[in-house]
């Protein structure tokens, strides 16, 4: 499986009125983690001629993160079938190794045309390894 990550610093505009990071945020990292993935491992034709839209998220919230802190944010594809993917993010504590959010998210591929579901390629499987 190929796992992409990236590291952020938490800021202000990412904190709530309990002064901690909003869930909000979480679920902004979450896509963006997705979309850099897929952008990753595709060519700019693969991404045109294939969409992805979100069937379903879990979010579980394990730990807070606070403004200052240093983020690990991880994410995979761990299953396709047919015309959807799970994705998996998790967020960590970086300093501490702390798991702060573990996500699963099922997205379904589209065709950008017809925008009706399109069943997953050979090619876009492999690239995901999963």
């Known amino acids: 499986m190929h796992v992409f990550e990236q590291f952020r610093t938490v800021i202000s505009d990412d904190i709530d009125h309990l002064n901690h990071v909003n869930n909000i945020r979480?679920?902004?990292?979450?896509?963006?983690?997705?979309?850099?993935h897929w952008t990753s491992l595709t060519t700019e034709k693969q991404r045109?001629?294939?969409?992805?839209?979100?069937?379903?998220?879990?979010?579980?919230?394990k730990a807070a993160a606070f403004l200052g802190d240093?983020?690990?944010l991880k994410t995979y594809v761990s299953e396709c079938q047919g015309v959807t993917s799970v994705r998996i993010v998790e967020i960590y504590n970086a300093e501490t190794g702390k798991l702060v959010v573990k996500s699963k998210t099922k997205w379904c591929m589209?065709?950008?045309?017809?925008?009706?579901?399109?069943?997953?390629?050979?090619?876009?499987l492999s690239i995901f390894d999963a």
């Not at 045109?48 to 919230?61: F, G, K, N, S």
């Open 48 to 61: 045109q001629e294939h969409i992805w839209v979100v069937l379903r998220h879990e979010i579980d919230y």
């Open 26 to 36: 979480y679920l902004e990292w979450i896509q963006g983690m997705a979309r850099a």
């Open 110 to 124: 589209t065709d950008p045309q017809t925008q009706r579901p399109k069943r997953i390629s050979d090619p876009i």
């Open 70 to 72: 240093k983020l690990h």
